[in-house]
T-cell receptor, first 112, second 113 residues
Framework: EAQVTQNPRYLITVTGKKLTVTCSQNMNHEYMSWYRQDPGLGLRQIYYSMNVEVTDKGDVPEGYKVSRKEKRNFPLILESPSPNQTSLYFC???????????FGQGTRLTVV | QKEVEQDPGPLSVPEGAIVSLNCTYSNSAFQYFMWYRQYSRKGPELLMYTYSSGNKEDGRFTAQVDKSSKYISLFIRDSQPSDSATYLCVLRVGQGGSEKLVFGKGTKLTVNP
């Protein structure tokens, strides 16, 4: 089954404790991206990757890092989480361009 | 002016009703138009996409784009309770390596049995 898998689904952490949210896709897609979804603000892109070792900032990259060492994986790293990063996070992948994207199930992150 | 405007609703209709969901956009450079559906506690899933002005039909769903008015719509015929979800209009802009998606904020739809 074609899918994008994110882990964990839910996470509560404390300010400043580094965390990683994993994302993996099994469709051999080149394009992957991370979004955060906040009430009243909709989905906003954090980072994206057009292929292995190629990443770039989206609209709200501050406080986040990503890496793309393998085609299937695109982890999101929060080096020092803060409460304003409490949000619902989605990983998405598409074949080559940001178009018909497959989204993961989401990771609800709470930073206290 | 925001790039994509979408009425957040909520919209509540009886089963069997025709539903009209709409977005307006400001940038004529948008060239690819999509509708995603997002159920509660799930990721968005692609419903329909189109490049051009006009209508595109898929079962009970019709996507309509009017580039001259910068207006896009999604119509749902014979709506079902299973259609209850948030609907996102999503537009793509840019070329080559600078393409990006711009999301409407979503319209929450409830179809009552």
């Amino acid at each position: 089954e074609a899918q994008v898998t994110q882990n964990p689904r839910y996470l509560i952490t404390v300010t400043g404790k580094k965390l990683t949210v994993t994302c993996s896709q099994n469709m051999n897609h080149e394009y992957m991206s991370w979004y955060r979804q906040d009430p009243g603000l909709g989905l906003r892109q954090i980072y994206y990757s057009m292929n292995v070792e190629v990443t770039d900032k989206g609209d709200v990259p501050e406080g986040y890092k990503v890496s793309r060492k393998e085609k299937r994986n695109f982890p999101l790293i929060l080096e020092s989480p803060s409460p304003n990063q409490t949000s619902l996070y989605f990983c998405a992948s598409s074949f080559r361009r940001p178009a018909e994207a497959f989204f993961g199930q989401g990771t609800r992150l709470t930073v206290v | 002016q925001k790039e994509v405007e979408q009425d957040p609703g909520p919209l509540s209709v009886p089963e069997g009703a025709i539903v009209s969901l709409n977005c307006t956009y400001s940038n004529s450079a948008f060239q690819y138009f999509m509708w995603y559906r997002q159920y509660s506690r799930k990721g968005p899933e692609l419903l329909m996409y189109t490049y051009s002005s006009g209508n595109k039909e898929d079962g009970r769903f019709t996507a309509q784009v009017d580039k001259s008015s910068k207006y896009i719509s999604l119509f749902i015929r014979d709506s079902q309770p299973s259609d209850s979800a948030t609907y996102l209009c999503v537009l793509r802009v840019g070329q080559g390596g600078s393409e990006k998606l711009v999301f409407g904020k979503g319209t929450k739809l409830t179809v009552n049995p």
